[in-house]
């Protein structure tokens, strides 16, 4: 059944059934409006219709004949025609109490009194166009499920991933990232793997560029996947993680990347000075049109583990405190964000999300790029967890936890619930 209107979700309204998904975006707010009043009719307005409807058949008077003349004349002579007449004040239960009226200007409340006033009033909408999938595909052929995040897999790239990517589609979602899972044998402390232009993600780019030219496809651009060691850059033997080193191997990954086909690269890393130095490269290899979307703001954050399970990629040893943020620190993400737009990122992530929904408003209020929220695999594991064990409703969770993420300021959302959410939005249940 339908989720709440704030959602403008109709999952079970049948006009809302085959849209295009394609053209669902311009479709959306008219469709979805009209379903929400539409099923949400109270019960006492229910009655009223019911009352009309017997009273004059269908709904409509019976037409007389007359002219406007003749109508105004019977009016101004006295002979008005009949209306049904205003409803009796529904009834309190017995024993509430007898009250004189707070004596209120403002009732905030009249603007939410109905389904169809809450629907006009909404200050943020939600789209499936919003949502940006991440994928984690493999070498294998079968899909490998992901045990600390139900519903995810390891996609076999040539198989699994195709279809994934081809239902995302169908029910409006086009832009995906990947993250690869990197066979052992071509892990090594230089993270060489990630600049192999037959590697994974590149075979994987091709391919889908090749199937679906106009799906936008970001990637990755950080060593961890590719790295012995498990760090987003190259690890002195001190444990210091060398900056300028590791960010001439993610230029060499970036280009690497934009070569395959990517629109979008991710720099997830943190390290200083990336963003300016991944523009230079793609820009001297003739990648002008190749996007940017800097992780500005990303925490050294616990909310990250089942990633790092389902890619196997967590650090060998240590923590990666000293390049990603203190989760205490708000207006460091200032100086972040000053850095990449000057460095020419085209849009700005924040990651997590939900537990930084400050930061993502700190970023939407200082800067004029768009912002992107990444809505993490700890997050999504736990509003799975908690919908499994039925502590929550899942899939009104899911919906509420992305529209405060819109709310706050985020232009895209990054979420494994990219297809689960898009299939509800477009009024089908999986
Ligand atoms: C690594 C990377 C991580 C995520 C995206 N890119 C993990 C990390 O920084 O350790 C986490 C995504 C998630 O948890 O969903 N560069």
Not at 72 to 91: M, Q, T
Not at 279 to 285: K, S, T, V, Y
Not at 412 to 428: R, V
Request: include cysteine; aromatic fraction near 6%.
């Amino acid at each position: 059944m339908a989720t709440t209107p704030i959602f403008n979700a109709s999952c079970s309204f049948p006009s809302t059934r085959g849209i295009d998904c394609k053209s669902f975006i311009g479709l959306r707010s008219t469709v979805s409006k009209v379903s929400v009043a539409s099923s949400r009719i109270g019960t006492s307005q229910r009655r009223n219709l019911v009352v009309r409807a017997s009273e004059s058949g269908n709904g409509h008077a019976k037409k007389l004949g007359m002219s406007d003349a003749e109508c105004e004349d019977a009016v101004a002579s006295g002979n008005v025609p009949e209306a049904p007449p205003v409803p009796p004040k529904p009834a309190a239960p017995a024993g509430t109490p007898i009250v004189q009226p707070l004596n209120l200007n403002r009732r905030p409340r009249r603007n939410r009194a109905s389904p169809v006033t809450r629907a006009a009033f909404q200050e943020t909408d939600i789209s499936p166009a919003n949502f940006v999938y991440p994928l984690f595909i493999h070498e294998g052929e079968e899909d490998t499920p992901i045990g600390a995040m139900p519903g995810c897999y390891r996609l076999g790239w040539r198989h699994g991933l195709v279809e994934e990517v081809a239902k995302a589609r169908a029910v409006g979602v086009n832009s995906i990232v990947l993250f690869p899972k990197v066979p052992e044998a071509l892990k090594n402390p230089t993270g060489d793997e990630a600049y192999n232009d037959n590697g994974l993600v590149p075979r994987t780019i091709r391919l889908l560029k090749d199937k679906y030219p106009d799906l936008v496809i970001y990637t990755d651009v950080a060593l961890d996947p590719y790295s012995s060691d498990g760090h987003d850059g190259i690890v002195r033997e001190d444990g210091v993680i060398m900056n300028d080193e590791t960010v001439h191997q993610l230029c060499k990954q970036a280009v690497s990347q934009a070569r395959a086909g990517a629109d979008v690269v991710s720099p997830s890393d943190m390290m200083d000075g990336r963003v300016g130095a991944i523009r230079a490269a793609l820009d001297a290899e003739g990648f002008q049109n190749v996007s940017i979307m800097s992780y500005t703001a990303k925490y050294a954050s616990s909310f990250y583990g089942p990633f790092r399970e389902a890619l196997d990629s967590n650090p060998r040893f240590g923590d990666k405190k000293t390049y990603q943020m203190n989760p205490a620190n708000y207006r460091e993400a200032l100086i972040e964000a000053r850095e990449d737009e000057a460095e020419g990122a085209d849009i700005l992530l924040v990651k997590p999300g939900l537990p930084y929904l400050d930061i993502i408003r700190l970023l939407r209020d200082k800067s004029s790029l768009p912002i992107a929220a990444y809505q993490v695999s700890g997050e999504y594991s736990m509003i799975k967890a908690g919908g499994v064990l039925k502590m929550i409703d899942e899939e009104k969770v899911m919906m509420e936890s992305l529209m405060c993420l819109r709310r706050a300021g985020a232009d895209i959302i990054l979420t494994y619930f990219a297809l689960q959410a898009a299939t509800c939005l477009c009024g089908e249940k999986r």
